[in-house]
């Protein structure tokens, strides 16, 4: 048995790497939302100054992670290992910055999850004595995703009802094995890919409920504790339809969920009056939240303890055209303050 | 300063972790190479009953993790982790097979340096006590990552003499951190992501052996080792151009490795005599060599310390239609008899 491993899926961190800085760099829809004055910076339009927005997702990406070194007062040189992804095909903006930084790298795809599976891996190495400090980063682009997933902005398809909207943004955060920061992670718990057998690609909220539910209640029955253990539950990207279902599916598991507790950061980050649909989506979504409002909160000391699992759904154009439905995935981590 | 650091880029791991079992499951043409009958599995041809290639893919993924699984002794319930990837867009055969087994999954991407990426995290899992035994799989199909990044097969294009034949196959390792396995892990070395230009999506082996060469000096530097303390010292899929480049890299760097001592997966697993051109490529080359070639010389004795390389080019077609060009990523393990 693995000395750190509490049940079958969530492991402990006796160090409590501290989350030493936390950077977010988004797009002006996001900059107009509730939390637009809390980002490190607001780009002006979709395009940043480059040629594609695939060029402006690797900048955005860049910037965040730039933006998080300095506000750790690191030289990329410290930094001693970089996991990261995004949602463009082979991870492209993640592994352009890490061209750029120099720092050895390590790629992740969890899709919308990428940031909570860079946090958990990151402490994991932080934790264990192989690489700290470690630089964690996640990002997305409306305009990219788009084009990838679905179809490109010039041919100017009408959105559904249930789809959400990719978040043109990057978080980035610094974690350590010293240093005083601005929460600790204490706890992750590993996801298990779910699939419910949905196959509509405009609808991943559904898709990837079924895959919070089981993260969650593999957390609460591993550690033995209960929604009540925690200021906040925030999930990552399930919007209106996915949030509805998994708190459907958390009172089927007893684990009831109240709604002043549970957040999602797809229902945070757009100001409602925009044209969103079922709320914000992409691995932008719940890392430029995290950075912006959540560890902020938990540095206050106003939120002592939380649950912050990112969701993904994992699929791809092809599989999706093939007939394959979309399974999910959720990584989750305790944060705690670091006091 | 972390205490399993080496240097800038190296890690070591005090409890050396096993790996308990390997299996690797190719096509025909990988069959018919020199190393047709060590493999686990041969498929009969490229769709191995499936509808798609991408479906062949996901099973060839499974199957390889379930013979893995099976050669250990071990259900997917008693499996704490699993960690792979593939060259499918959003790395669909490794989160699909993923599904299938429930296994807590974390997913990467490393281009063709996949499986190295996997057993390093994977070696820190459970080297650390996170996880333990812990899955790490990789691969690819030819006709998959013709379609995805180079021309559908139909389309019938002319291969470049400097282009690779992607490997048709998967190849899996159980890592444990007790038993009697096939090999030690005792160090690794994380890959910077290096770019010297290469814009040609068909000279891959050009584009990956800079980060090839960057990664192997640094080995050398953290370790205070030089090529001679190496049996063998085997990359992944560099092929007939990016190995010769790499030794001359080597030479400029002080570090030259010698022919008898150098060997590359993807000249290694083909019958020269079949047209694949510079040699092969892809996540499963090295994924099928390591378990089919390089773990049963480790295991006889034969070679007594061996360094594995797996390298990847991160392209994409979006990146390389908009000029960008191909960085390179390579990372490095230690392996050693376990006696």
Sequence with gaps: MSQHRIGRQTVAFP?????????????????????????????????????????????????????????AQL???????????????????????????????????????????????????TDGGYASPVLCAAGSHFCTAERQYRFPLEYGNQRTPAAQWTVTGA????????????????????????????????????????????????????????????????????????????????????????DEQYLDCGLLIFDPHEDIHAGGSGCGCSASILSAHILPKIKSGEWKRVLFMATGALLSPTTTQQGESIPGVAHALVLEGDS
Tied chains: 1, 2.
């Design 75 to 125: 030289q990329p040189k410290d930094v001693q290992a970089m996991l990261g992804g995004d949602l463009l095909n082979q991870i492209m903006a993640a592994s352009l910055s890490a061209r750029e930084l120099s720092i050895p790298f390590l790629g992740l795809y969890g899709a919308c999850s990428t940031m909570a599976e860079s946090l958990l891996l990151g402490a994991i190495l």
């Design 171 to 258: 978080g980035a955060c610094m974690l350590s094995h010293q240093g005083k920061g601005l929460a600790r992670i204490h706890l992750a718990t590993i996801g298990a890919v779910i699939d419910m057998g949905v196959k509509d690609a405009n609808n991943m909220g559904a898709a990837m409920a079924p895959a919070a539910a089981d993260t969650l209640a593999a957390h609460f029955r591993d550690t033995g504790r209960a929604p009540a253990d925690y200021d906040r539950i925030i999930t990552g990207d399930l919007g209106q339809v996915g949030s509805s279902i998994l708190k459907e599916l958390m009172i089927e598991k007893h684990y009831p969920l109240s």
């Design 15 to 71: 160090m409590a790497p501290t989350i030493l800085s936390s950077a977010a760099v988004v797009g002006p829809k996001e900059g107009r939302g509730p939390y637009g004055d809390h980002f490190d910076l607001v780009i002006p339009d979709a395009l940043y100054n480059q040629e594609s927005y695939e060029q402006a997702e690797h900048a955005i990406f860049l910037e965040a992670c730039s933006r998080c070194m300095k506000k």
